[in-house]
């Protein structure tokens, strides 16, 4: 049998709203496979249901109906939802996750934001220098700052270097450039595709910017739930 | 770089981002402390000034002329009786009884004297047996001279506090106002921290006749023997004819009797402060909590477990308690003198020794009381951060 060089692989996933008697088709019956070591970007206009979608493959919630599948294994399947808990061990195993916001603690330095995620999990093969992932992102000079001191770009570096430290399968960034501007948000594509690159890491891009979404090697178009034009 | 991070450090940082707020809630949690082992201390230290002024009696019964068991039991421990009066051959029948070891008699005179201070002050002597009073006082030491030359001299021995009123000294001359008698003074006592500083002792035979009260006393004290029994003392000393007898025993417990309404008004004091500084545990943290929303559902997507997050908000409450009830401890130390003045004024009878007795084993017990109450604080705002769901907190970033 050959070796699952899937990353991700969804089957059938929808997800349903409620707001108040009202239900909200966010995702509809979406499949699609993510391979180890691909860059992927969801392009789509806002509703489209791309961060909804990124927020069940990331398991950072469950799907209402359909399946997910990480490295082979099954993580949930029809009808069988994953407690909170459950999901936090999948997250703190296979997930690193960067967001429109930074959301770097202000009383710690630089440094102590990137291994942060240490203070609550330590990964038994975390075990690179973070000053080494500082380095590669090029904000090594910084790290007694504190993110004040820091610009948009610099920050969401931060970010990147702290979403790494535990040396994650799947890269997750959601809007990652939505505060920044043209350069920096040129400056972050580049370090995720040197990412991907460079390190091997599966990266799953969600943007609205089309320039961004180029960087990665395969674009995924979604519209009202749907996937409507798969690269 | 080596540098580690653990969940404390976290919590310990968080504080310092709003520093006028975590400071003022440390300010509240510090004077709910200082309230707290204030009146742990004095709840201590009441009852052992008390104790030693009762022991500083030197007698353990006294018998007077019946009246108010309430005024008596002030009288007794303020070195008065109440101004009633027995035959001076209540005496004999008092010594008949096995139980009583000594027995010394005292007569209370009180006069007016117009010249004393803005409006008139009384004055007040106490006759005493020149033999078995200061035998029974035998903790009094002089500060110049000594006791009465002769039983029927027209001397006086002034307590401490009195002689420095009155700017006396041994050798001068006093006048008695009203009855314009001459007397002199053969001795100042040292302090002695009980209600014998502010008195003028005479010679009871002297008392007696300068006040035409001869044959009369105010009261009787008795030292007991040390295996009698009391109980039954007592209720002999009740056949003697219209006597009120108050015991050591009696005294305290009528006392404290006085003082637990002022405990009580204190402790709901301290109950109020310690609620309002619980309060004020909870709003900080709370806020802080909500302040972060968004923040704590990251560090929960970064593989913080809910207990991780309980327990780094436990921690950022257990920090503020910690660091007020060791201010608020502190304080109490160091004001100790001036919360004694404060509350002397709430009681209506304060022993002469400190009312507060602070030491560290009651720090360290205001410290768990304090701690325990960040504990319970801490559980509402921790328990509302670990179950902040990740996609929530980032789900207003996202379309």
């Known amino acids: ?231 | 770089m080596a540098k580690k991070i653990n969940i404390y450090q976290v919590a310990y940082k968080n504080l310092l981002r709003k520093k006028t707020r975590t400071a003022l809630t440390i300010l509240g949690i510090g004077l709910s402390a200082w309230v707290l082992i204030s009146l742990l201390g004095f709840n201590r230290g009441y009852e052992s000034a008390l104790n030693k002024d009762i022991d500083n009696m030197g007698f353990q019964v006294l018998v007077t002329a019946k009246g108010c068991p309430y005024e008596a039991a002030t009288l007794m421990l303020k070195g008065g009786t109440g101004l009633r009066y027995m035959k001076e051959s209540i005496l004999a029948d008092i010594l008949k009884h096995k139980e009583v070891e000594r027995l010394t008699p005292q007569l209370m005179a009180a006069i007016f004297d117009p010249n004393k201070g803005e409006s008139g002050r009384i004055n007040a002597y106490l006759g005493v047996d020149p033999v078995t009073f200061p035998a029974m006082k035998s903790y009094l030491k002089f500060k110049q001279g000594g006791w009465f030359t002769d039983p029927t001299a027209l001397e006086a021995v002034v307590g401490y506090e009195a002689a420095e009123l009155e700017q006396r000294e041994v050798g001068d001359k006093m006048l008695i106002p009203e009855k314009n008698i001459e007397f002199k003074v053969v001795g100042i006592l040292a302090r002695s921290g009980t209600a014998d500083d502010g008195t003028i002792f005479m010679p009871l035979k002297t008392v007696q006749k300068i006040f035409d009260k001869e044959g009369l006393i105010t009261a009787a004290g008795i030292k007991v023997n040390k295996d009698a029994n009391m109980n039954e003392l007592e209720n002999k000393l009740y056949d003697l004819p219209d006597v009120q007898v108050v015991s050591m025993a009696q005294v305290k417990n009528t006392i404290m009797s006085l003082v637990s309404t002022a405990k009580v008004m204190v402790f709901s004091i301290a109950l109020i402060a310690i609620l309002i500084a619980m309060l004020g545990v909870i709003n900080t943290i709370l806020m802080s909590v909500l302040e972060r929303y968004q923040e704590i559902g990251i560090i929960k997507s970064m593989g913080a477990m809910p207990w991780d997050v309980f327990r780094m908000i436990w921690t950022e409450t257990v920090i503020l308690c910690l660091l007020g009830g060791v201010i608020g401890i502190g304080i109490a130390f160091a004001l100790s003198k001036i919360t004694d003045i404060l509350i002397r004024r709430l009681l209506p009878y304060a022993p002469t020794g400190s009312l507060i007795s602070i030491d560290s084993q009651l720090g360290l017990i205001t410290l768990g009381v304090v701690l325990g109450i960040g504990l319970l604080s801490g559980i509402y705002p921790a328990w509302r951060a670990a179950r902040v769901r990740p996609l929530e907190s980032i789900r207003s970033e996202g379309d």
């Open chain 1, 1 to 231: 049998m050959a070796p699952d060089t899937s990353a991700l692989e969804a089957l059938h996933l929808t997800k349903i709203y409620k707001r108040g008697a009202e239900e909200i088709l966010a995702v509809d019956d979406v499949s699609l496979t993510v391979r180890k070591g691909e860059f992927v970007s969801f392009v789509g206009p806002s509703g489209s249901g791309k961060t909804t979608l990124i927020n069940i493959l990331g398991c950072l919630d469950n799907a209402t109906s359909g399946s997910l599948k990480i490295g082979g294994e099954t993580v949930f399947a029809e009808n069988k939802y994953l407690s909170e808990s459950d999901l936090t061990k999948i997250r703190r195993q296979v997930f690193g996750y960067i967001f429109q916001k930074f959301y770097l603690v202000p009383t710690l330095t630089v440094y102590e934001n990137v291994i942060l995620p240490f203070a609550f999990f330590k990964k038994a093969e975390a075990n690179a220098d973070p000053m080494e992932i500082l380095r590669f992102l090029g904000i090594d000079k910084r790290t007694s700052h504190r993110p004040s001191e820091l610009s948009g770009g610099e920050m969401q570096r931060v970010a990147i270097a702290r979403a790494l430290v535990n040396k994650p399968e799947i890269l997750l960034a959601d809007e990652p450039t939505g505060n920044l501007d043209t350069k920096r948000c040129e400056e972050i594509g580049q370090v995720l595709r040197s990412l991907n690159e460079k390190e091997g890491l599966t990266v799953l891009l969600v943007t609205h910017n089309p320039a961004l979404a180029k960087v990665a090697g395969r674009t995924i178009t979604l519209r009202d739930g749907k996937i409507a034009q798969p690269a």
